[in-house]
């Protein structure tokens, strides 16, 4: 019977498993690493590209809200542009040219209403830089100080938003 020697384990041979099963699953890890980053890299990408399609989408709709809104302004202002082109070859001394232009502006002035638009400054209101702009000032002592005693041209706002200030008169 023959007996088997044997020979000791070193030290080396017993690591060296162990470190490629150690450098084998730090690959893998590295590896699903690499892979999450392209899955995430890939998502930002298309969440990138998306937005910017969202913008450019989102200008093209205001673009056409706005066309349309002026669409439909100057489809309510026509019919006045329609009697002013009447007016224009009636003859100016007669009452009903008078009447007419009356009418034109009242016209003109229900659809600004219906717009939403309203008239700012009025004699006898307080001066308001906001909304009036003071080209003239005049002493007046029947008037209190700071108070609209003329309006030069009519000032008008929507809402907040003040499309055109007032040209006014002020007493000191």
Do not use: C, W
Not at 131 to 149: C, P, R
């Amino acid at each position: 019977m023959s007996e088997e020697t044997k020979v000791p384990e070193t030290e080396e041979s017993t690591q060296a498993p162990k470190k490629e099963k150690k450098k084998s699953k730090k690959d893998s890890e590295l590896e699903a690493l690499k892979s999450e980053l392209e899955t995430k890299n890939d998502q930002l990408m298309r969440t990138a590209a998306e937005f910017d399609n969202f913008k450019k989408r989102t200008e093209r709709e205001k673009a056409s809200i706005a066309e349309f809104a002026k669409a439909g302004l100057i489809k309510q202002l026509l019919p006045i542009l329609d009697n002013i082109d009447r007016a224009s070859t009636a003859d100016h001394d007669s009452a009903d040219y008078i009447k007419g232009i009356e009418m034109i502006v009242k016209q003109f002035e229900s659809i600004a209403s219906n717009l939403g638009i309203e008239e700012i400054a009025k004699v006898g209101d307080q001066f308001d830089p906001n909304f009036h702009e003071a080209v003239m000032h005049i002493e007046d002592e029947s008037l209190g100080e700071n108070i609209i005693a003329d309006v030069l041209q009519k000032g008008y706002k929507i809402g907040d938003t003040v499309i055109r200030a007032a040209m006014v008169k002020v007493a000191n």
